[in-house]
């Protein structure tokens, strides 16, 4: 983890099954057999000879072996994963924990109750339908943004895997509402840093704006099946300067947001916000919100402090520092 190196290929490589790589269709190959998911073939069991099962993911498994090095390397305790959909990934990760050999638990999130590409089935269907076996390992909780359920699940996270909706204020708002629950030295997986110019046509860069922005230790690696190389997933591990420096968070709120959050969330996103950043960010941000309803021609939604204060700055500046 110690690694500061910008580019860091080895996880990529870092597959946690003795599965054959050479076996493991590409994602191009998949999409060729009518799939459009990327998936990963596990080894239930030690042995090759053994059922080997599928996971469709909406990680590649190139994505899913950089995920799976990371908690191989880390060993969490307590995991967090925030966009779940069909399961598949939640599935991988149950059995990574699994084949870890720890007491490592994980807890999911997600807005939605049904699986948004299979609405006939409940969010988080595969783990019952491909690894009942580790069901009682995981909590699912679904229905709502991460705001309502954090305090729930309490601290003491080490891993965190954030693939939610992409857009802005999206995973900005969830890195929020979860960094007080995160250890120093945890782990946050952002998923799909590079779909914005995949696909150039959504304006889907939430993730690549968290990971920009935080002051925390990047790993950005290698993927030499993507477009110059550059992996589609990144990670980066919490410090006391991403709590420090948090400011640099909000600030990004006056990028363009593409969608308004319910009035639901917002206000799940505010009381979360009082009880763990200065008023000051907060007041920041009630602004942001207005200046995106402002700009897309919206009423106003909030009252803000008449203070003529600076608004956001570092918790605890440093000589030399403004
Ligand atoms: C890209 S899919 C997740 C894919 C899953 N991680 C995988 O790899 O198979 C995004 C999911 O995030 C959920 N979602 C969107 N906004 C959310 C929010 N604010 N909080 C929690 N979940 C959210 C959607 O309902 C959807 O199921």
């Known amino acids: 983890?110690?690694?500061?190196?910008?580019?860091?290929?080895?996880?990529?490589?870092?597959?946690?099954?003795?599965?054959?790589?050479?076996?493991?269709?590409?994602?191009?190959?998949?999409?060729?057999?009518?799939?459009?998911?990327?998936?990963?073939?596990?080894?239930?069991?030690?042995?090759?000879?053994?059922?080997?099962?599928?996971?469709?993911?909406?990680?590649?498994?190139?994505?899913?072996?950089?995920?799976?090095?990371?908690?191989?390397?880390?060993?969490?305790?307590?995991?967090?994963?925030?966009?779940v959909a069909a399961g598949g990934t939640s599935a991988v990760i149950l059995k990574t924990l699994n084949l870890l050999g720890g007491k490592a638990r994980l807890h999911s999130v997600d807005l939605s109750f049904r699986a948004y590409r299979r609405t006939e089935c409940e969010t988080g269907y595969l783990v019952a339908e491909k690894l009942p076996e580790l069901r009682q390992n995981w909590d699912l909780r679904t229905g709502g943004s991460v705001d309502a359920f954090v305090d729930d699940i309490g601290d003491g996270i080490d891993f965190c895997i954030l693939d939610t909706v992409h857009r802005l204020p999206g995973e900005l708002l969830d890195f929020l509402a979860i960094l007080p629950y995160l250890k120093n030295g945890a782990v946050v997986v952002v998923h799909d840093t590079q779909l914005h110019l995949i696909k150039p046509e959504f304006p889907t860069y939430a993730t690549c704006a968290l990971l920009s922005v935080v002051a925390a230790e990047k790993i950005i690696v290698k993927d030499s099946k993507r477009n110059e190389g550059v992996a589609n997933i990144a990670a980066f591990i919490v410090t006391?300067?991403?709590?420090?420096?948090?400011?640099?968070?909000?600030?990004?709120?006056?990028?363009?947001?593409?969608?308004?959050?319910?009035?639901?969330?917002?206000?799940?996103?505010?009381?979360?916000?009082?009880?763990?950043?200065?008023?000051?960010?907060?007041?920041?941000?009630?602004?942001?919100?207005?200046?995106?309803?402002?700009?897309?021609?919206?009423?106003?939604?909030?009252?803000?402090?008449?203070?003529?204060?600076?608004?956001?700055?570092?918790?605890?500046?440093?000589?030399?520092?403004?």
């Open 1 to 83: 983890m110690g690694n500061d190196a910008l580019i860091w290929e080895e996880p990529l490589r870092d597959l946690l099954w003795e599965s054959h790589s050479n076996a493991l269709p590409s994602r191009k190959a998949g999409a060729r057999k009518g799939g459009a998911l990327g998936r990963l073939s596990l080894n239930c069991q030690p042995s090759h000879s053994q059922e080997r099962i599928r996971l469709p993911s909406e990680m590649s498994d190139r994505e899913l072996a950089f995920l799976c090095g990371l908690l191989r390397r880390k060993r969490p305790e307590k995991v967090l994963e925030v966009g």
């Open 240 to 322: 006391e300067d991403t709590r420090k420096y948090i400011a640099n968070v909000f600030s990004a709120f006056m990028l363009p947001w593409a969608y308004m959050p319910s009035d639901q969330i917002l206000s799940d996103v505010l009381a979360g916000m009082e009880k763990h950043y200065p008023p000051s960010h907060i007041d920041f941000f009630k602004r942001a919100v207005n200046l995106q309803c402002l700009a897309n021609g919206a009423d106003r939604k909030y009252e803000t402090d008449e203070a003529d204060e600076v608004f956001l700055k570092a918790e605890a500046p440093q000589a030399g520092h403004i």
